[in-house]
Structure formats: structure tokens, C-alpha cells
């Protein structure tokens, strides 16, 4: 339940957290006696930019810390932290790891320099204790794809439950702009967030760590250094799944208009399966078909897209399957009730003669992305010329990121642009994810988000089918 986060909303940032754990329930990090002090292992000064420094203690035992450089903003750049932790996988091999606040105490960091604040935009109640231990996920600048971002916001905000970590949402530099226009904000926690250079990209066992795009591979694939998130890989699946899972069920709080329409988007699609007032409902079953700059798996596609036939051949067979190609008239009639959905990025598929013959139907009709050659003839018929943006932008053969970014978000419209193409791939989400059964291509983000939506048991019994290559559920393609 959102009861067990706290979502702190200012004008240019949120910060979420979960539920802390008191400082009994840690188990310390500390390996080294009470007055162990540690000493600089190479030239007895600190680097002149952030990064993995190497340390000694009193006898002679190796160790590392992670420097995070004095007057900087906070987040850092991506490539900055994903570079911390490539050295810390050399520089920290075979060394224990000194925590910030411990290096600070007993060893050569500054406790006390002109470290990178929260802001005056995000004001902190310094009579709340700060947070035992956190995770803090950054969303970036450069997060082009909502669905990948939102996979490993889940998976984090799993991690963060699973260690005992109070959670935390950085959204500041987000290319969709402020969290809290597309998700519920839950209420506040009583534990406050700890100073930003305290807050680590690596190793795992950090007491405040950071996760974005750039690091996500260190904090979540079995080759992160020093501890290893995930067990062997037959059982990895399952084991991220579980996060992203416990992430979804927590944090997938559309805003309540959006989440109202979605509702009643479904209820609506849903009145249409009944052959008769008295029978029961055939199936609802989603399309997600990601087309753009994201190109499928299965090499003969690898350069081009999945045919529209397999999904609705995959469809088809769903339902064929659900029946067992029974001949009773009324499984026939719920056969035949049975009604497809898309959900797609490319506009174009809606008047696909294949889709058009199948009564495939939008997911939502809300929000629709639309090609250029759509919205200038709406111009015109409108008699209006544009006003807020340079050019019309279309969506011609689908998402595409380069395009995203040509929607200037700090120019005016230009965020609008992007909030309607989150929102909008939103709510596709929420009413594809509530069919009854999915078809999508496994290397779209959307398709293996849908599987975490539709939960780990329907994944598992087919429910959710991937038509890109033989592969089943991966939360890392």
C-alpha cells in the first residue's frame, strides 16, 4: 500500500520513502575495531575528482571509499557515477569497504566541506532523524523510454524493501518532468534523507545508494562487485521479478483522473464480451506492438518488425486455447465475443487493414499519439496554424527517441508534448494490462512491464505470450 511511502513534491524534485528500519535491525557494516583509523593508500590525498580511493588501516589491511568531490550538484552526471563504480570494480577488488560517514570519521574525508545540497526548493525537517539506511533512484536527463525506467524504478523500489533501505525518487533532471503529473504522491515519512555526498552509486552494501539507467547493471545483474544482488541465472527471472513486482504494487498509482478513465476504459471494452445479457464474457486480449527505434530480438526481424500476423496469430490461438476448439454453442458464442485491443507507439497501425479485419479496437482513446499528416490535416480543418511549437511533430512509424528530444523541454509546449506521450503510453499500459490475455514482443519495455503487471502465475500459464524469439520474461534484455 502507497501507506508505506512518503513522496516529498517540490516544483523541481520528489523524493519517496519507504518505511526506515531502526538502527538495531542494521547489521553494521564495520569490520575494523572502534578506533581503527584509516590512512590514504596512494600519495596520502584525495583524487581531484569523485571516484573509488584506495585506503589503508592501522595495520596495514587494504580498503576503499568512494570521494564524492566537494561544490557539485547533486545527482551527479550519469557517466560520472557508472564511472565510480567500472574503477571500483579494479581499485575495490579484494578490499573492504569504508562507509562515507566512517571514512569521514576516522579516516581523510571531509566531514565538513562545501558538499552538494537538497535546495531551498527541497527544505528538510531537521527535527526528523535521518534515514538508517536508503536507496535513492535518480531518473535521468537522458531516460528516453518511460517503460525501461519504470521497469527499474520497480525493481529498485523492490531492492530497497528487501535491505531495509527507506526509498527515495530523485526526479529533478527527469526528461518527463515532475513524477507526481503521472503517479500518486504518498504521504510523508518520518525520517529525512541523508546529505547527498553520502549517497553511493557502489558497492551494494553502501548505506545510502544511488540507482539510475547508468548504474542499474551494477545494483542489479549478478556481476555487481563485492555483492551480488541476484543467485545463478536460472533463477534470476523469478528473483527480479519479484522486485519489479513488489515495485508495481506499491508505486503504480496513476493520478485519479487518469487512473478513473482507465477504469472505466476497461468496464466499457468489457460490457462488449457478453454474447447474451445472461452469459458469460468472452476474452479481453491486448496487443502491444512497439515499433520506433526499438527493433526485435529474432534476427530476421532484427532490422526491420515483427509481422502483424503473429500477433494475431498468437491472439487467435489464445483464445483457441481458452476453448479447446470446443463445438458447446455458448464456449462458441464466448469465442466469439472474445475482442482484441492495441496498444501501440505507431499511429499508422490504427488503420492496418490486418488490424481493422480483426475488430481491433484502441486500448484508450484518451491520448493518441498522431502523424504528422494526421495533425496538419486537423490543422487545417481546423483553420488554425500552430502557435507553441516550431514544426508538427508526428509519430510516423512510431516512437523514436531522437524525436522525443526535439520536443524541447524547457520550451514552451515542449513539456506538454512529453507529459501527453507519458500519459498516453500510461494508460495503454493500465488497460492493456488489465486483459485477460497479452501478445507483445518481449524486447519492448512495455511488453515484459505488461508482465509485471499481469502477475508472475499468468506469466508463468501463458496468459502473457511474447511473438519475439522463444524467450520467456527477462527483466534485462
Avoid at 580511493?53 to 568512494?66: E, F, H, N, S
Avoid at 484508450?364 to 488554425?384: E, V
Amino acid at each position: 500500500m502507497l501507506s508505506r511511502l512518503a513522496l516529498y513534491n517540490t516544483a523541481t524534485r520528489q523524493v519517496a520513502a519507504s518505511t526506515p528500519v531502526s538502527s538495531s535491525a542494521i547489521p553494521s557494516s564495520h569490520s575494523s575495531a572502534r578506533d581503527q583509523k584509516y590512512t590514504i593508500a596512494v600519495d596520502g590525498q584525495l583524487p581531484s575528482i569523485s571516484g573509488p580511493v584506495a585506503l589503508t588501516d592501522d595495520g596495514g589491511r587494504r580498503k576503499w571509499t568512494v570521494y564524492i568531490k566537494p561544490g557539485q550538484n547533486f545527482p551527479l552526471k550519469p557517466q560520472v557515477y557508472a564511472d565510480i563504480c567500472s574503477k571500483a570494480e579494479t581499485s575495490g577488488k579484494g578490499a573492504g569497504f569504508v562507509d562515507v560517514a566512517e571514512a569521514e570519521t576516522r579516516g581523510p574525508l571531509p566531514g565538513d566541506a562545501d558538499f552538494a545540497t537538497w535546495g531551498a526548493e527541497s527544505p528538510i525537517d531537521s527535527s526528523l532523524p535521518i534515514c538508517e539506511r536508503s536507496l535513492t533512484y535518480v531518473l535521468e536527463a537522458a531516460d528516453a523510454g518511460f517503460g525501461t525506467s519504470l521497469l527499474q524504478l520497480w525493481i529498485a523500489y523492490g531492492l530497497a524493501q528487501k535491505e531495509g533501505r527507506a526509498f527515495f525518487i530523485d526526479d529533478s533532471n527527469w526528461a518527463y518532468g515532475k513524477y507526481t503529473t503521472y503517479f500518486s504522491a504518498p504521504p510523508p515519512l518520518p525520517c529525512r534523507r541523508p546529505s547527498t555526498h553520502h549517497i553511493l552509486p557502489c558497492p551494494r552494501q553502501a548505506r545510502h545508494l544511488l540507482v539510475s539507467s547508468a548504474t542499474a547493471l551494477w545494483s542489479f545483474s549478478s556481476s555487481t562487485p563485492h555483492t551480488s544482488l541476484l543467485p545463478s541465472r536460472p533463477s534470476l527471472e523469478p528473483h527480479l521479478y519479484t522486485l519489479a513486482r513488489t515495485g508495481y504494487t506499491a508505486l503504480f498509482h496513476l493520478q485519479p483522473s487518469d487512473a478513473s478513465y482507465a477504469s472505466t476504459r476497461l468496464s466499457t471494452l468489457r460490457s462488449t464480451l457478453h454474447p447474451t445479457p445472461s452469459s458469460a464474457p468472452g476474452l479481453l486480449v491486448g496487443l502491444h506492438i512497439r515499433r520506433g527505434d526499438r527493433h526485435p530480438l529474432e534476427y530476421q526481424y532484427a532490422h526491420s518488425y515483427i509481422p502483424l500476423d503473429s500477433y494475431l496469430s498468437s491472439a487467435r490461438s489464445l483464445i483457441q486455447e481458452t476453448y479447446n476448439g470446443t463445438a458447446h454453442p455458448s464456449l462458441l458464442a464466448q469465442q466469439t465475443a472474445s475482442k482484441l485491443v492495441i496498444a501501440s507507439d505507431d499511429p499508422d497501425l490504427r488503420s492496418a487493414g490486418e488490424l481493422q479485419a480483426a475488430g481491433a479496437q484502441n486500448a484508450q482513446t484518451l491520448i493518441l499519439l498522431a502523424s504528422k499528416a494526421a495533425l496538419d490535416a486537423a490543422a487545417r480543418a481546423a483553420g488554425k496554424e500552430k502557435t507553441w511549437v516550431d514544426s508538427t511533430v508526428g509519430w510516423e512509424g512510431g516512437f523514436y527517441r531522437d524525436i522525443f528530444f526535439s520536443l524541447g523541454g524547457g520550451a514552451q509546449g515542449g513539456m506538454q508534448l512529453r507529459e501527453y506521450v507519458a500519459r498516453a503510453y500510461l494508460l495503454d499500459l493500465a488497460v492493456v494490462g488489465g486483459a485477460d490475455r497479452v501478445v507483445c514482443a518481449v524486447s519492448a519495455a512495455g511488453c515484459r512491464v505488461l508482465g509485471v503487471m499481469m502477475g508472475w502465475d499468468r506469466v508463468r500459464g501463458g496468459e502473457w505470450r511474447n511473438v519475439d524469439g522463444e524467450g520467456g520474461w527477462d527483466a534485462l534484455v
